[in-house]
């Protein structure tokens, strides 16, 4: 695996996560951004229906002597097209009353009622949210329950969709990554062959071989690989200059020389 290939690789690693981390951090915010919008829905019908209620036991009446009680359910219904249900429970979590659409009265009664320690709780569990409130009395004592039922399906549908969408738009950016990675990986390539044959030419300098000619000197890009390629161009002409036969030679002279002196000194 050469440098190129391994510098390409891991460009593509780098992008890649970064593409990857992104997408999931929008989908994590889109997705936290419609569940807010989703409980202030609910809240804001709660909260109606909450003060509407508490107005009536704040004149002493008790829930289950409202007569109002069942047109006031109707009304918060019809504030939200996902709303499957309005209850008002009392304190034990029995139904004293219930508004939900005709189609829909038998599944919502099989959802259980429970109770949360706080006096206001939403939950979203798939394509159904619940949401409820305490209702206390004048005295600070619980009076009942508020609960509403939402289905949010199509939120959860349109959630499923933005993810398969993100993805895509992530999936095409990282495909568009690949042909600026071939380019680099061509131009890094390119460049390591200038680098090669030099140490190649360099190396038949030294066994007193020709220079192979032309090399590829107009693939470097900066100015310090320009420089370098000078240098080695330097070496491989003062090497050029002294063959292997001169230099034999050389070594011969200075061997006669150093005999000659030894031999006038024993004399």
Known sequence: MNLAFKIGLALFLVLGSAIAMTTVLNFLRFDQTLHH????????????????????????????????????????????????????????????????????????????????????????????????????????????????????????????????????????????????????FILMRRRHRVFVELNEDFERALDGQPPRVPAHDGDVLTAGEMSMISLYRDMRDQLSKTSPNETSASDADSSFVDDQDHKGKNA
């Open 37 to 184: 919008l989703l409980a202030q829905r609910l809240t804001v019908v709660l909260s109606e229906t909450q003060r509407d209620i508490v107005s009536g036991l704040d004149l002493g009446l008790r829930i289950e002597n409202m007569e109002n009680l069942d047109a006031m359910l109707g009304r918060r219904l019809g504030m939200s097209s996902d709303i499957q249900a309005i209850q008002v429970l009392d304190c034990n979590g029995s139904v004293i009353e219930s508004r939900t659409p005709p189609d829909l009265s038998a599944s919502v009664a099989t959802i259980p009622f429970t109770p949360a320690p706080e006096d206001q709780w939403q939950s979203f569990d798939g394509n159904r949210a619940i949401a409820g409130t305490l209702l206390r009395d004048s005295v600070g004592q619980c009076a009942g329950y508020v609960r509403l039922i939402a289905d949010i399906s199509e939120a959860t549908a349109k959630l499923s969709h933005a993810s398969t969408k993100m993805w895509q738009a992530a999936l095409f950016g990282m495909g568009a990554i690949i042909p600026v990675l071939i380019v680099l």
